[in-house]
């Protein structure tokens, strides 16, 4: 993958690379186990960040759509840790990757569709586009001295094209890495969109 290219992921790599040297320099004494989770979309809901803005009703589609990405209901960060802390052994020394859905962005227009939701519309973004203005305002951000990234608008911008890049250059789609029995099925989506969107 090539994290390295995105700025808003330095912190995270920071930490990373400080971790594996403690783990490095304990000589086998210390083991690890990295828990990777998609974005929550319950919570990108709430927020209006992605796709959804629940007040204007608005459904909005990045490039394609067809981008697939691996999301997360909010909760299933804290039940993977429960399932490592319960196994460790079997995640012991790896990445161990956990989702609720793996999904597109016109698969979840189409299920908007399908819950009878008709006053939703939809917002086609070019992401070319959105990628260059993203871009321009983090080098805006950058020779400000701007320190607050998570307060600008560069960074939810940057963290959508991190995520929906066409080609999944930074792994956002990692269905075939999910552990198995985590991912929760069409059905509970449906039920989770009708409940926050309804």
Not at 137 to 156: C, I, M, S, Y
Not at 174 to 193: H, I, M, N, P, S
Request: proline share 3%; charged share 25%; net charge neutral.
């Amino acid at each position: 993958m090539h994290m390295h290219e995105v700025e808003l992921l330095n912190p995270k790599l920071a930490a990373q690379r400080v971790l594996e040297q403690i783990i490095a320099e304990s000589g086998g004494a210390m083991t690890w186990t990295g828990i990777v989770v998609g974005p929550w979309y319950d919570w990108a809901i709430e927020k209006g960040v992605f796709w959804f803005d629940r007040e204007k009703k608005v459904i909005t589609r990045y490039g394609s759509g067809e981008q697939r990405i691996s999301v997360s209901r909010q909760a299933l960060a804290g039940e993977a840790l429960v399932a490592v802390l319960k196994e460790p052994a079997r995640f012991q020394n790896r990445a161990a990757y956990f989702a609720s859905h793996l999904v597109t962005t016109n698969q979840l227009i189409g299920l908007v569709k399908e819950l009878g939701l008709k006053s939703w519309t939809v917002k086609d973004v070019p992401m070319d586009e959105f990628a260059a203005e993203a871009r321009r305002l983090w080098a805006q951000d950058t020779a400000a001295g701007v320190e607050n990234r998570l307060a600008t608008k560069a960074f939810p911008m940057m963290a959508t094209v991190t995520l929906l890049n066409e080609g999944n250059r930074y792994g956002a789609n990692f269905g075939d890495k999910v552990e198995k029995g985590w991912d929760e099925g069409e059905d509970a989506l449906r039920e989770a969109l009708k409940r926050m969107l309804s």
